[in-house]
């Protein structure tokens, strides 16, 4: 084992971190398009 293997500065699991992070910009770029959704019926 390297330094690196021994001496880790996060435990967590890889798969939840992903998840996470998929999840927070799904989120954002859908509310994004709601947004816009919403602004263009309401202006035409």
């Known amino acids: 084992m390297n330094e690196f293997e021994k001496n880790?500065?996060?435990k967590t699991?890889?798969?939840?971190d992903s998840a996470i992070g998929?999840?927070?910009s799904?989120?954002?770029?859908?509310?994004?398009f709601t947004i816009a959704?919403?602004?263009k019926a309401v202006g035409s």
């Open 26 to 32: 799904f989120v954002f770029f859908a509310a994004m």
């Open 8 to 10: 880790v500065q996060s």
């Open 37 to 39: 959704v919403v602004i």
């Open 22 to 24: 998929f999840i927070g």
């Open 13 to 16: 699991d890889d798969v939840a």
